[in-house]
Nanobody
Framework: VQLQASGGGSVQAGGSLRLSCTASGRMFSGFGVAWFRQAPGKEREFVASISWRGGGSLYEDSLKGRFTISDDNAKDTVYLQMNSLKPDDTAVYYC????????????????WGQGTLVTVSS
């Protein structure tokens, strides 16, 4: 499985961005697709996960209500809609795929994209 993340950029606080993660290769129902992020000087952290073609999603508690993960199976793409962005959301965002869905631990994800940078200015 190869992943291509895109959609990052610079935005002012309060703005929105939508990230895309397009998968190529063999994807099966029940695979987990997740977004993680890593801010400068910090460890990578879980953002959200969705079950591929299976429904269900999981969010980091602090991001619920502002971030929404969704998928478009016809396009083999998972999206992360980010609203009401804050400077603390500045990070490199990574998408990842694993054989188990709806898990927060990055150890559960075997395939990783290259990351896309999101910068939120105040």
């Amino acid at each position: 499985v190869q992943l291509q993340a895109s959609g990052g950029g610079s935005v002012q606080a309060g703005g929105s961005l939508r990230l895309s993660c397009t998968a190529s290769g063999r994807m099966f129902s029940g695979f987990g697709v997740a977004w993680f992020r890593q801010a400068p000087g910090k460890e990578r952290e879980f953002v959200a996960s969705i079950s591929w073609r299976g429904g269900g999603s999981l969010y980091e508690d602090s991001l619920k209500g502002r971030f929404t993960i969704s998928d478009d199976n016809a396009k083999d793409t998972v999206y992360l809609q980010m609203n009401s962005l804050k400077p603390d959301d500045t990070a490199v965002y990574y998408c990842a795929v694993g054989y188990t869905s709806l898990v927060k631990s990055e150890r559960a994800y075997q395939y990783w994209g290259q990351g896309t940078l999101v910068t939120v200015s105040s």
